[in-house]
């Protein structure tokens, strides 16, 4: 019996880019504003003829190898049995160490309070066996959830069927996060800017 | 950016406390009468530190708001961080020893000189290691960046005692014949480094490849272009370099004219250049994300 890993794996020939993931973690998490958990990246793709929308869900990819679980002198951010990555806020002191050291840029500072946040995972659900909000809201079920290491699960079946793809694979981290058609989704052809919630955060090079 | 202007402040302080106690005791080695230099430098250490410390603090908010949170900084030494406030403990004590030793008898034991020179040596290249570690931000290389940040430390601290002591018109820099090659030497060793950060961070990879090429680019050629070429090259590094060599061309020819006009300004550059270098360094580096 191998370890539980709780994972996410995301289809991105199903995500649509409606946001319901974003607005259901700020909803069951309390995100304050400005800040996210998790976020849609959506930019347009094309050869010349034929326009189409690439859409990324992103938010922390709980990695095995966590730099910011490293990095944190406090020992605030860790690493639960499961593979969660987690903060412990009356540990935190506000140093953004994890901030710089995540490849990823999924965490965020609380303005009020100093603190950093990120993706639990829902933990307070998962751990007693629901779905993580962004997942059990999807309405066209591109998000997988469950234990990457049992073979019997929806989301092991659904990486061993379509393959897995993890974001900066080559940085050696080990997410917990996966892509069905991320290769095939970065070779295609940027043509316009990426925009994260209706924003602008990479302008049209050229 | 997740870091700004205040934790660069933090870094050249820092840096900057470590130069001084370094010239002080190194002065202390080689001619332990210059006292009013070496006092300077006792007192500039643990000074700057300490207000570079608060910075740090101050920008960690909910630690601020929380201060018992502090007393768990110990608590993961695989964080550089928790090493790092290890190092900056020590060095605060053995800063402050020397610091009240000197007031008092005009003198350090050699020993006591020897163990804050390592722990100088030590805050200067955690400053750099301490972003070295974070792979967010490709431009922060692990082996260049504690190099060049101890260089610039040494030259920023020297500069710093120096200035101090030509302003109180001491005489005593002229005595110290090491400063002659130092002068020359720093600002050409740091060039050096800056090229090679340059250089290591251009050939990086893969996934952290185009965030690396747009760090280089927002130093060389993009909006961090004006302050890198005028302010850290030209002011920093060149100015003072040209500076020491028109001194040392008086010098040879008269001891005596000499002049300390040039000798601050030169100082005041190298200043503005460690500071700087923290500042590019901190701003201009680009996250993985999206590039």
């Known amino acids: 019996m191998t370890e539980k890993r709780l994972g996410m794996l995301i289809d991105l020939s199903l995500c649509i880019g409606c946001n319901a993931c974003a607005v259901a973690c700020k909803q069951e998490n309390g995100v304050p504003l400005t800040k996210f958990n998790t976020w849609v990246e959506s930019w347009d793709v094309g050869t010349g003829e034929q326009t189409r ?75 007693q066996g629901l779905l993580p909000a962004c997942v ?28 897995g793809e993890a974001l900066y694979a080559d940085l050696g981290l080990d997410p917990a996060v996966l892509y069905v058609g991320l290769s095939q989704v970065e070779s295609m052809p940027v043509t316009s800017a990426i925009h994260r919630g209706g924003n602008v955060v990479k302008p049209l090079e050229g | 950016m997740v870091w700004d202007g205040i934790i660069a402040c933090y870094l050249f302080l820092a840096g900057l406390g470590a130069g001084a106690f370094a010239l002080a005791a190194l002065a202390g080695f080689v001619k332990p009468d210059a006292t009013k230099l070496r006092l300077a430098g006792y007192l500039i250490a643990p000074i700057a530190v300490a207000v570079g410390t608060v910075l740090l603090m101050v920008d960690a908010k909910a630690g601020l ?53 390592v722990c100088a040596v030590a805050v200067a290249m955690y400053t750099g290691l301490l972003l070295g570690d974070a792979p967010g931000f490709p431009l922060w290389n692990p082996v260049v960046l504690p190099l060049l940040f101890l260089v610039s430390a040494v ?71 004006v302050a890198f070429w005028l302010g850290l090259v030209v002011v920093g590094l060149a100015l003072p370099f040209c500076l020491e060599l028109v001194r040392a061309a008086q010098a040879k020819k008269n001891p005596e004219a000499a002049s300390s006009g040039m000798a601050i300004a030169g100082e005041a550059c190298v200043l503005v250049g460690g500071f700087l270098l923290r500042y590019l360094v901190i701003m201009a580096a680009v996250p993985l994300v999206l590039f």
Not at chain 1, 70 to 90: F, I, M, Q
Not at chain 1, 136 to 163: H, Q
Not at chain 2, 174 to 191: I, M, Y
Request: hydrophobic share 45%; charged share 20%; net charge neutral.
């Open chain 1, 53 to 127: 929308r690439a859409n990324e869900p992103k938010l922390c990819n709980h990695c095995a190898d966590a730099p910011c679980v490293k990095v944190c002198p406090t020992g605030a951010s860790y690493r639960t049995e499961e593979g969660v990555v987690l903060v412990d806020e009356e540990k935190c002191i506000g140093c953004k160490y994890c901030m710089a050291a995540c490849p990823f840029q999924a965490r965020w500072v609380d303005d009020d309070t100093g603190e950093v946040g990120k993706c639990t995972f829902c933990y307070h659900r998962s751990s």
């Open chain 1, 136 to 163: 059990s809201t999807c309405v066209t079920r591109a998000r997988y959830f469950g234990d990457l290491n049992d073979p019997e699960s929806d989301i092991a079946k659904k990486a061993a069927e379509a393959g």
């Open chain 2, 65 to 117: 708001m929380n201060p018992l949170r502090f007393f768990g900084l110990l608590a993961n030494f695989s964080s550089v961080m928790a090493w790092g406030v290890v190092i900056l403990i020590l060095f605060m004590i053995v800063s402050v020893a020397a610091l009240v030793i000197m007031l008092r008898k005009k003198s350090t034991p050699k020993a006591l000189d020897i163990v804050g020179l």
């Open chain 2, 155 to 225: 030259s920023s601290g020297f500069a710093a005692v120096l200035l101090a002591a030509h302003a109180g018109k001491t005489g005593e820099p002229e005595g110290l014949g090491f400063l002659k090659k130092t002068g020359l030497a720093l600002p050409v060793l740091e060039a050096v480094l800056v090229v090679a950060l340059l250089a290591v961070t251009a050939s990086v990879g893969g996934s952290a490849g185009p965030a690396a090429a747009a760090s280089v680019a927002n130093l060389v050629s993009g909006p961090y272009a």
